[in-house]
């Protein structure tokens, strides 16, 4: 795909709100209709998860039929180097699966890893994120910015633990507690694309989580940066995307945020 315009972001709105209005025919459904399986112990997909994904596969299929896919559900090629959609058809799918609100739509398109549109879709909430690289980032067509907290006492923050639960051995709930105790409150929402749309926004001063993949980060990434803000991977590198680590701030406390964090697990791997 060329630079994208106003009319191909449009376009991904567009199919990620028809995705959406399909997920709340799902939504607070019965366990019978919603046919969870498992990929994991806790890990959960459902039918919703499949039809979201195959709306928004076949439209960006329809529309830019040589461009490279990775969904959740499908799989497709990861390539760094490679021009790329990531699709999260639902981010939050245990919030979703429990009638929980808190559960998202995510769509990114990355030049050679980087991203440089997202759109993230919240049906329940009747919000929607976009942004474009160098553009700003926008709620319901509003732009946004991140938070002016500069102090870590004036911060809510925000964070979420894999499936896996490798990082609680690692040194990850050591962080919880220092963080938790230094900052106003911290949340965790179970849908970290939503996490990094309120960091965008200003709602969170700062979030971070381990063993995230690039269609959970790509789009919001991008939305913080856009509003304002600073990512890296948990080391402070560029490497958030693929590197199953992710920091994102105000650009007073990404710094902060990242010596808090320096006494857990220096850089995750699959979780166990």
């Not at 028809?18 to 959960?44: H, Q, T, V, W």
């Not at 690039?214 to 913080?224: C, E, I, N, S």
Request: charge should be negative; include cysteine; proline fraction near 5%.
């Amino acid at each position: 795909m060329a630079r994208a315009g106003d009319s191909d972001l449009d376009f991904v709105v567009a199919a990620a709100e028809n995705a959406g209005r399909e997920l709340m025919r799902f939504y607070r459904a019965s366990g019978d209709r919603l046919a969870i399986d498992f990929k994991g112990p806790r890990d959960l997909v459902t039918a919703a998860d499949r039809k979201s994904e195959e709306i928004i596969v076949g439209a960006l299929q329809e529309r830019w039929p040589e461009s490279c896919i990775y969904a959740e559900e499908r799989g497709g090629s990861q390539d760094p180097g490679t021009d790329l959609w990531l699709i999260d058809p639902i981010d939050g799918t245990t919030n979703f699966a429990h009638g929980h609100p808190l559960f998202a739509i995510s769509i990114a398109y990355c030049r050679q890893g980087v991203p440089d549109l997202a759109v993230i879709h919240a049906p329940a909430l009747g919000e929607t994120y976009t942004a474009r690289r160098g553009e700003g980032s926008f709620r319901n067509g509003e732009r946004i910015a991140v938070s002016t907290a500069a102090e870590l006492k004036d911060a809510l923050l925000a964070t979420g633990f894999s499936y896996g639960r490798a990082e609680v051995t690692g040194g990850g709930l050591d962080a919880f507690a220092r963080l938790l105790a230094g900052c106003r409150d911290l949340r965790r929402g179970g849908a970290a694309s939503l996490d990094l749309a309120f960091t965008a926004a200003g709602t969170f001063a700062g979030f971070w989580e381990y063993y995230l993949n690039p269609h959970d980060v790509a789009a919001g990434a991008l939305l913080v940066s856009e509003a304002g803000g600073r990512v890296s991977d948990v080391l402070g590198g560029s490497d958030y995307l693929f590197g199953r680590s992710i920091v994102a701030a105000t650009p007073a406390l990404h710094r902060r945020l990242l010596a808090e964090l320096a006494s857990g697990p220096p850089h995750p791997g699959p979780p166990a």
